[in-house]
T-cell receptor, first 112, second 110 residues
Framework: SAVISQKPSRDICQRGTSLTIQCQVD?????MFWYRQQPGQSLTLIAT?????????ESGFVIDKFPISRPNLTFSTLTVSNMSPEDSSIYLC?????????FGQGTRLTVV | RKEVEQDPGPFNVPEGATVAFNCTYS??????FFWYRQDCRKEPKLLMS???SGNEDGRFTAQLNRASQYISLLIRDSKLSDSATYLC???????????FGTGTKLQVIP
C-alpha cells in the first residue's frame, strides 16, 4: 500500500494568482499522477509526473497552466497558474500499483 | 461513448434495502476492474476488486462479465454509512491507464 500526504487541503485564492499543491508519498514510486475532479464529476487525469523527466500532459492540459515538479521518487508538486474561477475544483495526486490506485486527501480550490 | 459509463443516480434507498449498481466499459482489452468508494469531500478509496468469478466481501458482491463488458456491485442490507459515491474504475494498457466512471451516488435513508 501507499500513504500519500497532500497539502493544502483547501484554499481560497484570488483570480490571477497561482497555487502550488504538494504530495509526499511514504515509498518510492516511479510515476505520480495528478487529477482534477470538478463538482459532480469523476476524476480527470491532468498529467503523469515521472522523476527525472518532464511530465506528460493529457489533452486539454498544458504545462504553462499546470507546471509540475518531480524532484525525487517520493515527492511532486502541481501548480495551478494564473487562476480563474473555472479552476475551482478538487485536485488529487495519486500513485498506483498493478492492483490498486492510492490517492492523496485532495486539495479543494476555490478561485474568487 | 464514454470509456466507462455509470448511472449517476442518485439512488435513494431505505435502510435494509438491497441496491445494485452497474457499469459498462468500452475497451475490451481492459485488464482489471475495481469499485472505489468516495465519501463527500474525501478522496476515493478502494472498496473491492472485481473478478469474473465474482467477489464477495460481507454485504458487498462485485461481478464482472467480460463478454458483455459489464461490471456490477450489489449491496445487501444497506446501512446509513453506505451513503457515498461509488466509482467504477478500469485499468488497461498494461496497467498504465486508469479510467474512472462518473460515479453513482447512493443515499441510504433512515
Amino acid at each position: 500500500s501507499a500513504v500519500i500526504s497532500q497539502k493544502p487541503s483547501r484554499d481560497i485564492c484570488q483570480r490571477g494568482t497561482s497555487l502550488t499543491i504538494q504530495c509526499q508519498v511514504d515509498s518510492q514510486v516511479t510515476m505520480m499522477f495528478w487529477y482534477r475532479q470538478q463538482p459532480g464529476q469523476s476524476l480527470t487525469l491532468i498529467a503523469t509526473a515521472n522523476q527525472g523527466s518532464e511530465a506528460t500532459y493529457e489533452s486539454g492540459f498544458v504545462i504553462d497552466k499546470f507546471p509540475i515538479s518531480r524532484p525525487n521518487l517520493t515527492f511532486s508538486t502541481l501548480t495551478v497558474s494564473n487562476m480563474s474561477p473555472e479552476d475551482s475544483s478538487i485536485y488529487l495526486c495519486s500513485v498506483r500499483t498493478n492492483t490498486e490506485a492510492f490517492f492523496g486527501q485532495g486539495t479543494r480550490l476555490t478561485v474568487v | 461513448r464514454k470509456e466507462v459509463e455509470q448511472d449517476p443516480g442518485p439512488f435513494n434507498v431505505p435502510e435494509g434495502a438491497t441496491v445494485a449498481f452497474n457499469c459498462t466499459y468500452s475497451n475490451s482489452a481492459s485488464q482489471s476492474f475495481f469499485w472505489y468508494r468516495q465519501d463527500c469531500r474525501k478522496e476515493p478509496k478502494l472498496l473491492m476488486s472485481v473478478y469474473s468469478s465474482g467477489n464477495e466481501d460481507g454485504r458487498f458482491t462485485a461481478q464482472l462479465n467480460r463478454a458483455s463488458q459489464y461490471i456490477s456491485l450489489l449491496i445487501r442490507d444497506s446501512k446509513l454509512s453506505d451513503s457515498a459515491t461509488y466509482l467504477c474504475v478500469v485499468f488497461s494498457g498494461g496497467y498504465q491507464k486508469v479510467t474512472f466512471g462518473t460515479g453513482t451516488k447512493l443515499q441510504v435513508i433512515p
